[in-house]
C-alpha cells in the first residue's frame, strides 16, 4: 500500500478506501449506548425542531380570535424544552462516544504494531506512526458522532421542505430546487476536500519523523553546528503542507460562499412565492411565517459543511490507519521444540534470501550454527550480518528459503516457544523498565534478584550498578549512563535468560577494550548450554570464536575457524584496522574469568 497520496486514486471505489470505511465503520460501532442515545436525542430534537414554525404559525394565526393560544404556547414551549433537552444530551452523548471509539482505535493501532515489531520501523517513519496512532486516530474516531449528526442534520432540511409542500405545493417545489443545488455543492466538497485532507496529514506525519529524528540526535546536530541546516530539512514538507491546507481552505471558502448566494436566493423564494399565495388566500399569516422559517431549514443543508469537513478528516485518518493495520504482523505455529529447556540449539539457514528495498541483501545462504557453538559472523558492511540476524531470531522473515531451529522452521514454533528458545542483545539496546533491576528482568519475569546479579556480574554491569544511590533499586531514569554501560545492562538482561540461542548484534561495539574482552571470554567460555551467534566487526572477537561465518556478496564465502581464515589476506583485510602491528590479532589471556553463563 502507498503511503504517498500524491499517487493515490483519491477513487472511494479503490480498495484502500473501501478498506478504511470498513476500519471506520468498526470503530463507529464502538460508541454503543452512547451513539444510540447521541441519535435518539438529535432525530427527537429535528422533529421537535420541525413542529416549532407550525406551532407558532397556529399561534400567530389563532390570535385575532383569541381561541387556542394558549395550547399553542404550551406546544410551543414543549417544543423548545425537547430542542434543548436534545442539546444538552448531545453534547455529553458525543463527548463519550468519540472517547470511546478513540480508545478502541488507538489500542487496536498500538497492538497491531507491536505484533508487527521492526518490520513497522522499516515500513513508517517512527514520528509518522506517532502521528498515526495519536492525531489521525484521534479524527478516525469522531467518525461515528459524525455521521450521525450529518445524518440527523439532514433531517430538518429535509423535514422543511415537507413541511412546504404541505403549506403550498409550488412554495415546496421552489425550496427543493435550491436545496437540490445546495446538495450538489456539498457532493463536490466532499469528493475534493477527503483526497486534500489526506495529503494534510501525510505531510504532518513527515515534519513530525524529521522532528522527532532531530530530537535523538540532538547533540550531534549542535555539535556540528547544523541546526540551521536541519531546521530546513524538518519543515522541508512545510510548502506541500501549505498546499494542502491553502487547498482545504479554498474548497471551504468556495463551496461556503456558493451556498451564501443560494440559502439567501432560496429564502428569498419561498418568501415571495408563500406571499403570493397568502394574497391568492391560499396562505394564512401564520402560514407564510412558518413558510418562512423553513425555508431557513431547508437552506440549512449548507450547515452541514463542518459536519462534512470533519467526516473527510474521519475518512482521511481513517485510511492512514487502515496503511498500519494492512500490514502483516507474522503469524505463529502450534509446535514446541525438541528436548527439555536450557538445551544448545541448532540453526540451520536453508537457501534463505533476505531483500531491502527491494534488492536481495542475502542471497541463496547456507549456513549451519552447530549446537553448542559459538559462530561470529563477518562480512564488510552492507552484506547483510544485521538482517542475518534479524532472520535467525524471527524479526524479519525471509523472503525464501528457511530458518530451522532444532529442526523446526521458526514460523511453525509457537511465539512463546519461540521468544523463550532465542535471545538478542543489541547495539542500541531499548532499556524497559522503571529501574535497573526490571531492565535486566524484562523478558524473564521469573527471575531471582540472585538471578539478576550474576548475569549483571557477567555483563560487567554491577561494578557501575553498585555504585548508584539504590543500586539494583536505581531508577532507570535518573541514571546516568553511557553507551558503554547501557550496552553492558542489554547484555544481563540477555544473560538472565536461559536461551537455546543467543544473538548479539554488535552488542560490545561501545565496551572498552578490557570489559570486551572479559565478556567476550564469558562468550567463548565452556559452557556449551548455549548456542551463540555474534555479529563481529573485531578481530579479537571473531578470534574468540569456534566459528567464524564469513558473509561475502550476500552468500556464505566459508564457515571455518578464525585462525585458519586469517591466513587469507581478504579475511585480514576486513580487519585491518584492528590487526595487531605483527599482522595477527590474538586474544587476551582469560584464565582469571568466569567460563560460563548460569543456565
Not at 23 to 37: E, N
Request: hydrophobic content about 45%.
Amino acid at each position: 500500500m502507498n503511503n504517498d497520496p500524491a499517487r493515490a486514486s483519491g477513487n472511494p471505489a479503490d480498495p484502500a478506501w473501501r478498506q478504511a470505511d470498513r476500519l471506520l465503520l468498526a470503530t463507529g460501532r464502538r460508541g454503543g449506548f452512547s451513539l444510540w442515545l447521541l441519535a435518539l436525542a438529535t432525530f427527537i430534537g429535528a422533529i421537535a425542531e420541525i413542529l416549532l414554525p407550525s406551532a407558532l404559525g397556529r399561534a400567530l394565526d389563532a390570535l385575532p380570535g383569541g381561541g387556542s393560544v394558549t395550547w399553542a404556547l404550551l406546544a410551543c414551549t414543549g417544543l423548545i424544552a425537547i430542542v434543548v433537552a436534545g442539546n444538552v444530551i448531545s453534547d455529553i452523548t458525543t463527548g463519550t462516544s468519540n472517547a470511546r471509539c478513540t480508545a478502541w482505535l488507538r489500542m487496536t493501532l498500538v497492538r497491531h504494531l507491536v505484533a508487527i515489531g521492526p518490520a513497522a520501523a522499516r515500513r513508517f517513519e517512527p514520528g509518522d506512526l506517532v502521528t498515526r496512532v495519536t492525531r489521525n486516530a484521534s479524527e478516525a474516531g469522531q467518525v461515528g458522532t459524525t455521521a450521525v449528526l450529518v445524518g440527523v442534520g439532514l433531517v430538518p432540511p429535509l423535514g422543511g421542505i415537507v413541511a412546504l409542500f404541505l403549506i403550498d405545493p409550488w412554495v415546496g417545489l421552489t425550496a427543493l430546487a435550491g436545496s437540490l443545488a445546495m446538495a450538489g455543492l456539498l457532493r463536490v466538497f466532499v469528493q475534493h476536500n477527503t483526497e486534500t485532507i489526506r495529503g494534510y496529514l501525510h505531510s504532518q506525519g513527515q515534519i513530525a519523523s524529521r522532528l522527532l529524528g532531530a530530537l535523538a540526535g540532538a547533540r550531534t546536530i549542535a555539535a556540528a553546528g547544523s541546526l540551521e541546516r536541519e531546521r530546513r530539512r524538518i519543515l522541508e514538507p512545510l510548502p506541500g503542507l501549505r498546499e494542502h491546507g491553502l487547498r482545504m481552505w479554498l474548497n471551504q471558502v468556495r463551496v461556503t460562499g456558493q451556498a451564501a448566494v443560494i440559502a439567501p436566493l432560496l429564502q428569498l423564494g419561498v418568501i415571495a412565492v408563500a406571499g403570493y399565495g397568502l394574497v391568492a388566500g391560499r396562505v394564512s399569516v401564520g402560514e407564510l411565517y412558518a413558510a418562512s422559517r423553513y425555508a431557513l431549514m431547508a437552506a440549512g443543508i449548507g450547515s452541514a459543511v463542518g459536519y462534512l469537513n470533519k467526516l473527510s478528516r474521519a475518512r482521511a485518518g481513517g485510511q492512514r490507519a487502515a496503511e498500519l493495520l494492512a500490514e502483516p504482523a507474522p503469524c505463529y505455529g502450534r509446535q514446541s521444540l525438541p528436548g527439555l529447556p536450557g538445551r544448545p540449539g541448532r540453526l540451520e539457514f536453508r537457501g534463505v534470501r533476505v531483500s531491502a528495498a527491494g534488492e536481495a541483501v542475502i542471497d541463496g545462504l547456507d549456513l549451519v550454527v552447530p549446537a553448542g557453538a559459538t559462530v561470529a559472523v563477518v562480512g564488510r558492511s552492507g552484506t547483510g550480518k544485521s538482517l542475518l540476524a534479524a532472520v535467525a531470531g524471527r524479526l524479519a522473515d525471509p523472503d525464501r528459503g528457511q530458518v530451522l531451529l532444532d529442526g523446526v522452521a521458526l514460523p511453525e514454533l509457537s511465539r512463546e516457544h519461540l521468544r523463550s528458545a532465542v535471545g538478542f542483545a543489541f547495539e542500541r539496546p531499548a532499556l524497559v523498565g522503571g529501574t535497573i533491576e526490571e531492565v535486566i528482568n524484562f523478558g524473564s519475569p521469573g527471575a531471582t534478584g540472585t538471578r539478576v546479579c550474576e548475569a549483571a556480574a557477567i555483563a560487567r554491569a554491577d561494578t557501575f550498578v553498585e555504585r548508584l544511590p539504590q543500586g539494583y533499586q536505581t531508577e532507570i531514569a535518573s541514571a546516568p549512563l553511557s553507551g558503554g554501560e547501557m550496552q553492558r545492562l542489554g547484555l544481563a538482561r540477555a544473560f538472565t535468560h536461559p536461551y537455546r540461542v543467543l544473538i548479539l548484534d554488535d552488542a560490545t561495539s561501545s565496551l572498552d577494550a578490557v570489559t570486551e574482552q572479559q565478556v567476550g571470554a564469558v562468550l567463548a567460555g565452556g559452557n556449551r548450554d548455549q548456542t551463540r551467534l555474534i555479529i563481529a566487526h573485531r578481530a579479537a572477537t571473531a578470534a574468540r570464536t569456534d566459528l567464524v561465518a564469513w558473509l561475502d556478496r550476500g552468500r556464505l564465502r566459508s564457515l571455518r575457524p578464525h585462525s585458519e581464515l586469517w591466513r587469507n589476506p581478504e579475511y585480514r583485510a576486513l580487519f585491518a584496522a584492528d590487526a595487531a602491528p605483527n599482522g595477527v590479532t590474538t586474544p587476551a589471556s582469560v584464565a582469571d574469568l568466569p567460563t560460563g553463563i548460569p543456565a
